[in-house]
Nanobody
Framework: QVQVVESGGGLVQAGGSLRLSCTASGLTFDDYAMGWFRQAPGKEREGVACISRSGGLTYYTSSVKGRFTISRDSAKNTLYLQMNSLKPEDTAMYYC????????????????????WGQGTQVTVSS
């Protein structure tokens, strides 16, 4: 049974930093691309950052480029999202997700591309 579990959310002031972690079990971690998604109240879930199975390809949505960094540790079956210079508009529930990546040429970052999802961790940025 596949399990995806996020941690690391919390309340932070604008300009601060947080590091989210996501541990995946029940799957062969190196076969799966991983992604971070977020959903604010009243808004659709969006892809924030995604990383290929090898870690060699990454994607960031434009609003977080230069502030967020996605990474993965295969030895720990863990995905990370380092978030710096946080803004109030980053406030949302953050979800970790995985899909089995067959093509090595690109990494997908659409909600519909991902099969396994965690329950989410709340990030709140105060102004």
């Amino acid at each position: 049974q596949v399990q995806v579990v996020e941690s690391g959310g919390g309340l932070v002031q604008a300009g601060g930093s947080l590091r989210l972690s996501c541990t995946a079990s029940g799957l062969t971690f190196d076969d799966y691309a991983m992604g971070w998604f977020r959903q604010a109240p009243g808004k659709e879930r969006e892809g924030v950052a995604c990383i290929s199975r090898s870690g060699g390809l990454t994607y960031y949505t434009s609003s977080v480029k230069g502030r967020f960094t996605i990474s993965r540790d295969s030895a720990k079956n863990t995905l990370y999202l380092q978030m710096n210079s946080l803004k109030p508009e980053d406030t949302a529930m953050y979800y970790c997700a995985a899909y089995r990546q067959l093509s090595l040429l690109s990494v997908q970052c659409g909600v519909g591309d991902y099969k396994y999802w965690g329950q989410g961790t709340q990030v709140t940025v105060s102004s």
